[in-house]
């Protein structure tokens, strides 16, 4: 994740490395200390599936 700040104070938030709305809950609380969302700007990886990632233990 990457947020800048410009000089008049507007916030852009940049999420990396997610795939589906893993971006969403991950930027849920940096977001809510912010306010408000006026723009939100979907990339390709929001409409990818998720992996699924586990263990599997046999026994």
């Known amino acids: 994740m990457w947020i800048e700040i ?4 507007e916030v852009t938030i ?3 490395g997610f ?3 893993d ?3 991950a930027s849920k609380n940096v977001e809510k200390a912010l ?3 006026d723009k939100r ?3 390709l990886e929001m409409y990818q599936e998720a992996e699924n990632v586990g263990t ?3 026994g």
């Open 14 to 16: 940049k999420m990396e």
């Open 19 to 21: 795939t589906g709305t």
């Open 41 to 43: 700007e979907d990339t």
């Open 6 to 9: 410009t000089r008049d104070g």
């Open 35 to 37: 306010g408000k969302v």
């Open 23 to 25: 971006c969403l809950e």
């Open 56 to 58: 599997l233990t046999n």
